[in-house]
């Protein structure tokens, strides 16, 4: 598929909310849950971006709003040292499921802003998104180096644990999410996948 037909596809979803990065992905999809803000369309489109157009009946006009992505994604890089600019190509990166791609981007905001939590926490769940674990963990405990207790980071943790199998990790992971949120609604099935994971094990 190319990727303007890949963005034919989404076009629907891009109009609702143009991206929803990280944290609008949801756990759920990967039998958890970890949810973060939306972003809406004015929201991630550059500050001098002008208004996504629609057509005679109201709709949103897909070839322009292919061509605006497109136009975003180009500035983020004829513009590397923009962090919005990255940001906002990341953003749309990760929508149509290239995860390389927004660490890419993400990359080049980290660059710029090092200490920018945000970044951090979705450099952990693109690496995660793309099967990248060993980057994935690093960038999930450099953002809870600086906020210790989120629980979706704690979470996405556990499940990235789980998922690769790591019986001690992951159960590591759970109890310091269940320390930070006891009621966490992810931990009665985390903790049957890591009983699941210990008894194949044996």
Known sequence: MTRDNLLFAIIGVLFGFIVGFIFASTMSQRNAATVAPG??????????HPPISSSGDGQPDPQQMIAQVQTAIATARNNPKDFDAQITAAKLEYQVQRYD?????????NQIKPDDYEVLAMLGEANMEGGHYDQAETWYKAALAKKPGDV???ASLAFMHLQKGDAKQAEKA???????DPSN????QFRDKLASIKSSNK
């Open 174 to 180: 759970i109890a310091n999410l269940e320390k930070a």
């Open 101 to 109: 791609e927004t660490v890419e981007f993400l990359l080049r905001a």
């Open 39 to 48: 972003i809406s369309a004015s929201q991630t489109l550059p500050p001098d």
């Open 152 to 154: 979706s980071v704690l």
């Open 185 to 188: 609604q992810d931990l009665p």
